[in-house]
């Protein structure tokens, strides 16, 4: 499902990533931990292709997503690449169920494709009755929930979540750690998730620790 082999990544003099290699299985969660400055949040965007590494290989899906061009990296990352961030970068003018939509949208989807799958999402992710409300009028723990929702629009291969619970009291975290795996039971999602929650850390299948740009073996 995913294959980074060799990835290196350098801003200046600085050199962040040190040769990462990492193997994700369909249907796997595996979560990331480590010291703030590890590396763990550039590996995440790499993977996700916000970040194009500096050397190495990196396959989602059987495509080497390291070779395409940015067009086609684009088209690509909104297909099969889900995000989750800690602060949920919801667009505040728009309501949940246009926030959920929107990745549909941008791939080319009509409005009347999007809405009974987004609908769909935030009905199994228990928000639908708050479809309507924008984001400043929604809990943290339903903003989190409509930004799932939307990281699932479009079916994505996998979920990368970059710190999903930090902003989260401990029973909205707990909740939301639980729905990441009712979600890999129910569809068969994969997830990557950073974090320094180590309750959701010690769920996942496999728990992989950075340390000064590499995992540690």
Known sequence: MIEAIGIRKRYGVLEVLKGVDLRVAKGEVVSIVGASGAGKTTLLQILGTLERADEGTLRINEQEVSKLGSKALSAFRNAHIGFVFQFHHLLPEF???????????????SKSECIPRAEELLQRL????????????????????????????????????????????????????????????????????????????????????????????
């Open 95 to 109: 309501t949940a169920l246009e926030n959920v939509m929107m990745p549909g949208l941008i791939a080319g989807k």
């Open 126 to 217: 228990n928000v639908l009755p708050r479809k309507e409300h924008k984001p400043a009028q929604l809990s943290g723990g339903e903003q989190q929930r409509v930004a799932v929702a939307r990281a699932l629009l479009n079916s994505p291969s996998v979920v990368l979540a970059d710190e999903p619970s930090g902003n989260l009291d401990s029973a909205h975290a707990r909740e939301l750690h639980q729905l990441f795996f009712d979600l890999r039971k129910e569809l068969g999602q994969t997830f990557v998730i950073v974090t320094h929650n180590e309750e959701l850390a010690d769920m996942a299948d496999r728990k992989l620790v950075m340390k000064d740009g590499v995992i540690q073996p």
